[in-house]
């Protein structure tokens, strides 16, 4: 299957192009943390596929569930991994639910913000007029991740919500990633307010579609790809959205999640980095019997065991192994794995063992 220049909606499958993607499409919508930078870490080849996809004329949104930096922090951020970015290009998860409480709030409201200087600026930007306090009577309660965010500030919204105010928070992760591991998320702390106040929220940011239009909509274009490390939240809400994906192996989803992804959750094109944006994408090919082609390598699941064939022979593989596979490889046995759940559901899907991509430096 190839993509077609005008194609908007992606399937359910992996996805070929002809054209190099930042050529095939003309706005990436590229997710930060686990994409363009990990944390306070450079991730390799970055920097080489956004600017090199700027150069080839598309156009650039960084899309962010992240709503604790201002844009002018975001791009400066950019900058020090060495990829070009200007604050105008930053779509925030701050940005998203600013926007959101606009269906819902005029401007010039009063509103209390549980979170830190990025969603500030965004409300304030929206015309917004910030209080800190519940007896203020504000209109609403917007709540975003921010190291500052404590028990007093998550109190203080509490009141006001139980006094009438509406709930909005800009994105619901559970969890934040960090150089130590997994910390607690907007999400979870948002579940907090919400069980202490007993009412609902409205929600932003990714996995909802919302955020990818409003972005698509500020940042122009016809043809947009979504880019992320996430399944269940950068690809989610780019398949809700009716956005192509590209998933990249630089962030929190491994190649094993990916095999097994449901619907859903599935990529249009896959990669292990950000030149994915600079290349073409082989078309995968259904063979008989259940096997897909990407150009040197077939795979085919058979009776819970997934097996490849490439140029130096065959392979078998088991659940206790940690497996190696070359990109190509990679791309067919998501193809056979996601054929077989879709025709078995979850039972079709084979024992496999932890998965590792290597791409090629040159085709």
């Not at 220049?5 to 070929?16: D, I, K, R, V």
């Not at 925030?92 to 409201?109: F, I, K, N, Q, T």
Request: net charge negative; proline share 6%.
């Amino acid at each position: 299957m190839t993509a077609t220049a005008g194609s908007h909606q992606p399937s359910l499958g992996l996805l070929g192009s002809e054209q190099a993607l930042a050529q095939a499409y003309d706005v990436a919508l590229l997710d930060l943390d686990g994409v363009c930078f990990a944390g306070q870490a450079r991730i390799d080849h970055a920097a080489q596929g956004v600017n090199g996809a700027r150069a080839a004329g598309m156009r650039l949104s960084f899309v962010t569930n992240n709503a604790s930096r201002a844009p002018r922090t975001v791009a400066d951020k950019l900058g020090v991994n060495s990829i070009e970015a200007y604050p105008s290009e930053v779509f925030s998860a701050a940005m998203d639910a600013a926007a959101l409480l606009g269906e819902h709030v005029d401007p010039g409201s009063p509103v209390l913000v549980i979170g830190g200087d990025g969603l500030r600026q965004a409300l304030l930007d929206e015309g917004y007029r910030l209080v800190d306090s519940a007896e203020d009577h504000p209109v609403a309660v917007v709540q975003g991740w921010a190291p500052e965010v404590d028990w007093a500030m998550m109190s203080e919204g509490v009141y006001a919500i139980r006094d009438g105010a509406i709930h909005v928070a800009t994105n619901t992760d559970a969890t934040l990633p960090t150089e130590r591991g997994f910390a607690l998320g907007n999400g979870s702390l948002v579940v907090a307010v919400a069980n202490a106040s007993g009412k609902e929220y409205l929600a932003g940011g990714k996995p909802f579609p919302g955020i990818y239009r409003r972005a698509l909509a500020r940042a122009g274009g016809s043809r947009p790809l979504a880019v992320g490390d996430r399944l269940d939240t950068d690809l989610v809400g780019a398949r809700a959205a009716g956005i192509a994906g590209m998933h990249v192996l630089t962030g929190v989803s491994t190649a094993r999640d990916v095999v097994l992804a449901p619907a859903e959750q599935r990529p249009t094109y896959l990669h292990t980095d950000l030149r994915g944006l600079l290349e073409p994408h082989p078309a995968p090919q259904a063979q008989h019997d259940g096997w897909w082609r990407v150009r040197d390598w077939t795979a085919r699941v058979d009776q819970g065991t997934a097996f490849l064939h490439g140029p130096q022979g065959g392979l078998e593989l088991r659940a206790a192994e940690t497996t190696s596979l070359p990109l190509d490889a990679y791309r067919a046995l998501a193809c056979a794995v996601w054929e077989q759940r879709d025709l078995h559901g979850p039972a079709g899907a084979p024992a496999l063992p932890v998965l590792s991509v290597t791409a090629p430096e040159e085709r």
